[in-house]
């Protein structure tokens, strides 16, 4: 109980300059009926966990706080492609499985996966117990958010036959190729080999399926566009970033936007700012499909960089099989 005094005394002191409020302490009660996991099974769970002041102030610089233009470098580099590249042929068939099955293209999947842990290669090394106890304990701007999913981790664990501090993860949590926070893979992880097991960690067949079951769980819209740029009159822009999600077609026009390929009038999308890196601001317009890959991640840096790795892994794919007679990956996409 002393650690546990400790931990919230120093949280208390990392936090103090933080904007928002603090809230009180998540009620392991409440916790518990969330949940269905026992208050003795949370109580015993958050005493094997440790507070990691570290995470606390990673959470305070994220990489989704970086201009646009940093943010693209981190993601859109050639070792990525022609890793995604390796990833899709390597998978082909479970990818292409995927989309007949679930409506998802095998390039956003490659790309989710590319973008979150590098095709595998980094899925973290956080004691996926103490970043959510230190997040969900200590961290009052996320606590309610946080706190929940410790306990679905302790729910997954122990339908998983998990050791609590066995699994390593994100800073924020997250596990696995899909970097999926416990309450998503408890709700959209699949066993797509058969083999009566989900494993997200070293099973690349299960990790692809779940992805795009996740992504057809949250609306996307098979054979539909994802994102396109736009000329925007300046006087227009701000009013048009307001309307968020509620823009529509019609009233983007309406504003003298152009886009290359036309947008359905009636259709509800969102316009973006990006921050460019010789200082202007570029614009594009999301559609729903951009909409559900703010889903896995809100930020739309995020979303824009998963949307253009797609678009090289794509290309790159059409290349490898163009040079060798093979079928290619039609975009067959409408706005």
Same mark, same amino acid.
């Not at 570290?54 to 050639?78: A, D, H, N």
């Not at 960690?201 to 539909?224: E, L, M, P, Q």
């Given at each position: 109980?002393?650690?546990? /005094?400790? %931990?919230?005394?120093? $949280?208390?002191?990392?936090?103090?300059?933080?904007?928002?409020?603090?809230?009180?302490?998540?009620?392991?009660?409440?916790?518990?009926?969330?949940?269905?996991?026992?208050?003795? =099974?949370?109580?015993?769970?958050?005493?094997?966990?440790?507070?990691?002041?570290?995470?606390?102030?990673?959470?305070?610089?994220?990489?989704?706080?970086?201009?646009?233009?940093?943010?693209?470098?981190?993601?859109?580099?050639?070792?990525? &492609?022609?890793?995604?590249?390796?990833?899709?042929?390597?998978? =082909?068939?479970?990818?292409?499985?995927?989309? =007949?099955?679930?409506?998802?293209?095998?390039?956003?999947? %490659?790309?989710?996966?590319?973008?979150?842990?590098?095709?595998?290669? #980094? !899925?973290?090394?956080?004691?996926?117990?103490?970043?959510?106890?230190?997040?969900?304990? #200590?961290?009052?701007?996320?606590?309610?958010?946080?706190?929940?999913?410790?306990?679905?981790?302790?729910?997954? @664990?122990?339908?998983?036959?998990?050791?609590?501090?066995?699994?390593?993860?994100?800073? +924020?949590? $997250?596990?696995?190729?899909?970097?999926? !926070?416990?309450?998503?893979? *408890?709700?959209? $992880?699949?066993?797509?080999?058969?083999?009566?097991?989900?494993? *997200?960690?070293?099973?690349?067949?299960?990790?692809?399926?779940?992805?795009?079951?996740?992504?057809?769980?949250?609306?996307?819209? @098979?054979?539909?566009? &994802?994102?396109?740029? /736009?000329?925007?009159? +300046?006087?227009?822009?701000?009013?048009?970033?307001?309307?968020?999600?509620?823009?529509?077609?019609? =009233?983007?026009?309406?504003?003298?936007?152009?886009?290359?390929?036309? *947008?359905?009038?009636?259709?509800?999308?969102?316009?973006?700012?990006?921050?460019?890196?010789?200082?202007?601001?570029?614009?594009?317009?999301?559609?729903?499909?951009?909409?559900?890959?703010?889903?896995?991640?809100?930020?739309?840096?995020? $979303?824009? /960089?998963?949307?253009?790795?797609?678009?090289?892994?794509?290309?790159?794919?059409?290349?490898?099989?163009?040079?060798?007679?093979?079928?290619?990956?039609?975009?067959?996409?409408?706005?």
């Amino acid at each position: 109980m002393l650690k546990k /005094a400790l %931990c919230l005394t120093l $949280a208390a002191a990392l936090t103090a300059a933080l904007p928002t409020a603090a809230s009180a302490a998540p009620d392991i009660n409440e916790l518990s009926a969330y949940s269905g996991v026992s208050v003795d =099974e949370l109580n015993a769970a958050i005493g094997l966990s440790t507070f990691q002041p570290t995470i606390i102030k990673t959470m305070t610089r994220p990489y989704e706080s970086k201009p646009w233009w940093q943010y693209r470098k981190l993601f859109i580099t050639t070792s990525r &492609i022609d890793a995604g590249l390796k990833f899709y042929l390597a998978h =082909e068939e479970t990818l292409k499985r995927a989309e =007949e099955t679930l409506g998802v293209p095998p390039e956003i999947v %490659c790309a989710i996966i590319g973008v979150e842990t590098f095709y595998g290669r #980094n !899925m973290g090394t956080w004691s996926v117990l103490d970043a959510l106890f230190t997040l969900g304990f #200590n961290y009052p701007p996320r606590e309610s958010y946080f706190s929940k999913e410790f306990a679905n981790y302790v729910k997954l @664990a122990k339908r998983e036959g998990w050791q609590l501090k066995d699994i390593k993860g994100s800073y +924020a949590g $997250a596990m696995g190729m899909g970097q999926f !926070m416990p309450s998503s893979y *408890l709700d959209y $992880a699949i066993d797509f080999d058969g083999d009566g097991h989900v494993n *997200l960690f070293d099973n690349t067949t299960d990790a692809i399926g779940s992805v795009a079951n996740y992504f057809k769980g949250h609306d996307w819209a @098979a054979g539909r566009g &994802i994102y396109y740029p /736009a000329l925007v009159p +300046a006087d227009q822009a701000q009013a048009l970033l307001d309307k968020d999600w509620e823009l529509t077609g019609r =009233e983007l026009y309406a504003a003298g936007v152009s886009t290359k390929v036309n *947008l359905s009038l009636d259709e509800k999308m969102r316009l973006f700012s990006y921050q460019l890196e010789d200082g202007s601001t570029g614009y594009g317009v999301g559609l729903n499909n951009f909409h559900t890959i703010m889903k896995y991640n809100k930020s739309p840096l995020y $979303a824009r /960089a998963v949307y253009e790795l797609s678009e090289f892994i794509r290309m790159a794919y059409n290349d490898y099989k163009a040079k060798h007679g093979e079928p290619q990956n039609p975009q067959g996409r409408v706005p």
